[in-house]
T-cell receptor
C-alpha cells in the first residue's frame, strides 16, 4: 500500500554539523509537507512542496522534492541546539490520502 | 499561540465509551485537519475538511467520525473506545486545502485522551 518511508530514525550530531533526513514513496505524491515537533510540543508546519524538482530554503533549512515526486529531503546546515526535535514528512496521494513518515529524531550536542 | 483552539485538553474515559473532541480553527481558515499521535504509531493523519466538506482521508477508523460545521469549527467523535485509542489528538487549520504551495498549517495544542 501507499506509505512514506523516512530515514534515519535517529540522528545525533555535534552542534555545527549538517543534518539530512530523507523520505521516499513507492508511488508518485501530489505534494509533500515537512513538520518539526519539539519534545512535548505540537507539530509545527515547516513547508509544503508541490512541484517536481522544487527546492526551497528557509534560513539554514533546505527542502527538496524529487523530479519524480517520489522522494524528498530536508537538510539543515550547521545545526544548532534549537534544531532539536523530530522532523516528519507527510506525503499526499491523489490529493486525497495523506501519510506521515515515521519521523527522524534529531539530537544536537553542544 | 497558533490561534487553533482544542477542547478538552485532557480527557480520561473508560473502554466502550464515546467522546467528542472539539476544534476551533484560526479565524479565516477554511480547512481543518485531525491527527492522532501515539507512542507506538507515531503521527497519523486522520481526516481533513474544507469549508464543511470532507477533502482528504487518512487512516481513520470506522469507529471515528468527524464533521465541520457551518461556523467552521470541527468535532472528532470517537466511539467504542479501546485502550489503544489513548493518544494525543491534534487539530490543525489552514486557509486553503491541500496542493497549494505556501499554504501554512497551524496546529492546536492537542487533546490528551486516556482510555482506561
Amino acid at each position: 500500500g501507499q506509505q512514506v518511508m523516512q530515514i534515519p530514525q535517529y540522528q545525533h550530531v555535534q552542534e555545527g554539523e549538517d543534518f539530512t533526513t530523507y523520505c521516499n514513496s513507492s508511488t508518485t505524491l501530489s505534494n509533500i509537507q515537512w513538520y518539526k515537533q519539539r519534545p512535548g510540543g505540537h507539530p509545527v508546519f515547516l513547508i509544503q512542496l508541490v512541484k517536481s524538482g522544487e527546492v526551497k530554503k528557509q534560513k539554514r533549512l533546505t527542502f527538496q522534492f524529487g523530479e519524480a515526486k517520489k522522494n524528498s529531503s530536508l537538510h539543515i546546515t550547521a545545526t544548532q541546539t534549537t534544531d532539536v526535535g523530530t522532523y516528519f514528512c507527510a506525503g499526499l496521494y491523489n490529493f486525497n490520502k495523506f501519510y506521515f513518515g515515521s519521523g527522524t529524531k534529531l539530537n544536537v550536542k553542544p | 499561540d497558533s490561534g487553533v483552539t482544542q477542547t478538552p485538553k485532557h480527557l480520561i474515559t473508560a473502554t466502550g465509551q464515546r467522546v467528542t473532541l472539539r476544534c476551533s480553527p484560526r479565524s479565516g481558515d477554511l480547512s481543518v485537519y485531525w491527527y492522532q499521535q501515539s507512542l507506538d504509531q507515531g503521527l497519523q493523519f486522520l481526516i481533513q475538511y474544507y469549508n464543511g466538506e470532507e477533502r482528504a482521508k487518512g487512516n481513520i477508523l470506522e469507529r471515528f467520525s468527524a464533521q465541520q460545521f457551518p461556523d467552521l469549527h470541527s468535532e472528532l467523535n470517537l466511539s467504542s473506545l479501546e485502550l489503544g485509542d489513548s493518544a494525543l489528538y491534534f487539530c490543525a487549520s489552514s486557509v486553503a486545502g491541500q496542493g497549494l504551495s505556501g499554504n501554512t498549517i497551524y496546529f492546536g495544542e492537542g487533546s490528551w485522551l486516556t482510555v482506561v
